[in-house]
């Protein structure tokens, strides 16, 4: 039995897409192994430098023993430790970015300057009375700890309490929150209001977090970095982004926030507020999003070319479908290794442009005539444009994507309306 011609040519192009698809398999690889590499960049920048910071405190803390003579056991013991959040604290400060290159790979870090104030209104015993009949309690020196963690980070630290310095040193004394810093204090007189204030120098790497564990947290915010992403479990009741950068401002009080309480059972899960430096157009992000639409882009060129062929009668040879398919595929790699060393957006207008000029002189003599390359190119150039704007609007790609494949849809029914299909197949008897 003889293979009609036109299903034979049907069969070739489809194993010229999945040669296709194969060729943006690896493309898209590559750019998911370069995303890899920057995120491995990023953890070196961490490990030289400072993480990310969630910042706890300050706290005061007392570490205290309890002696009981128990029945048959004779005397038995217990140690815990008594944690006091703050009944007001305020953080306030500016985070400064300060970009660093590993590479080829930009991690976003910052510094900090921060002011931290906290005010226990009224204090409950220092000593707390004992949980066992005849027992006794003794509690060691009181201490204000700060937590940071990352201690990496801090560069300068001013404690004081009334206006003078405190001595800091290093580590929390706390084996729950261990990295950060603390100080003795004198215990104030029984009533009496107790109020400490943080001056901090800090560093790290991509985003702050503040722990909001105080009766009432105030946190204010502020950079020239023009893309912030807030979060956490509290986003600000107040923000303000723009092209000078961004103000947010957080309000949490205790009932909203177990924080305060978790801390002082020495819980680990803690909520926080949080803001992240972030780079809006990651370009391995945004070039593994474009090659995701390669298999459509190639499918919409095929049947452009195969409308062609059906309404001039030019014929295409599948090496030249499969030359033409290559074009587009490289696109992709050709974007993802220019946006490397330019911004996205320069990247993607010389890779889309030079892709379209290629298309269009080969078009003119694989369809017979500039007239048809220039309607060609001028497609894929239109092509290129709505990717762009697929992947610049991620809320309403998905809208945008329907309806376009839609309109190809549409135009293709219209274009071939009149054509008979059993002719191009054989007759309507064969068939």
Excluded at 134 to 144: M, N
Excluded at 255 to 261: D, K
Excluded at 275 to 297: C, H, Q, T, W
Aim: charged letters at 15%.
């Amino acid at each position: 039995m003889k293979l009609n011609p036109t299903f034979a040519k049907l069969a070739i192009l489809a194993i010229v897409t999945l040669l296709l698809c194969i060729v943006l398999g690896q493309i898209g690889g590559l750019a998911r192994e370069r995303q890899a590499h920057q995120r491995e960049a990023a953890r070196g920048v961490e490990e030289s430098l400072a993480g990310p910071q969630t910042l706890l405190g300050p706290l005061l803390m007392r570490d205290c023993k309890e002696t009981w003579a128990a029945y048959k056991d004779g005397v038995q013991s217990r140690s815990f430790t008594l944690r006091l959040p703050p009944s007001q604290l305020q953080v306030s400060g500016g985070l400064s970015p300060e970009p660093r290159y590993r590479g080829l790979f930009k991690v976003n870090t910052y510094a900090s300057k921060l002011a931290i104030s906290a005010r226990w209104d009224t204090l409950p015993s220092l000593t707390p009375p004992p949980e066992n009949t005849g027992g006794q309690v003794e509690c060691g020196d009181l201490i204000v700890m700060f937590s940071a963690s990352d201690a990496r980070g801090l560069r300068n630290v001013e404690l004081k309490r009334d206006n003078m310095a405190l001595i800091v040193r290093p580590g929390t004394t706390s084996a729950d929150y261990p990295s950060g810093l603390h100080a003795r204090l004198q215990p104030p007189l029984p009533g009496e209001p107790l109020a400490v204030t943080l001056g901090i120098d800090l560093v790290g790497t991509g985003g702050l977090a503040v722990v909001p564990a105080a009766g009432n947290t105030s946190v204010r915010l502020e950079s020239s970095w023009r893309h912030p992403s807030f979060g956490g479990r509290f986003l600000p009741a107040e923000r303000q982004v723009g092209v000078s950068g961004f103000l947010a401002r957080w309000q949490v009080s205790e009932l909203s926030s177990s924080a305060a309480a978790d801390v002082a059972a020495g819980r680990k899960n803690l909520d926080a507020l949080a803001v992240e430096l972030i780079d809006p157009v990651n370009p391995y992000v945004m070039s593994d999003r474009a090659i995701k639409y390669g298999l459509i882009f190639i499918a919409l060129t095929f049947i452009t070319v195969g409308l062609t062929e059906l309404l001039t009668g030019r014929r295409v040879h599948p090496v030249q479908y499969l030359l033409v398919g290559m074009a587009l595929s490289l696109f992709f790699l050709l974007l993802l290794s220019l946006s490397e060393h330019l911004p996205f957006v320069k990247a993607y207008l010389i890779a889309a442009g030079a892709a379209a000029l290629v298309l269009t002189q080969y078009a003119a003599a694989m369809l017979g005539g500039w007239r048809r390359g220039a309607a060609f190119g001028g497609g894929i150039a239109l092509l290129y444009g709505a990717l762009y704007v697929l992947l610049s609007r991620e809320q309403t790609a998905l809208v945008i994507g329907a309806v376009l494949l839609f309109a190809v849809l549409a135009a293709v029914m219209t274009l071939t309306r009149k054509l008979d299909w059993y002719r191009l197949g054989g007759t309507a008897d064969e068939a």
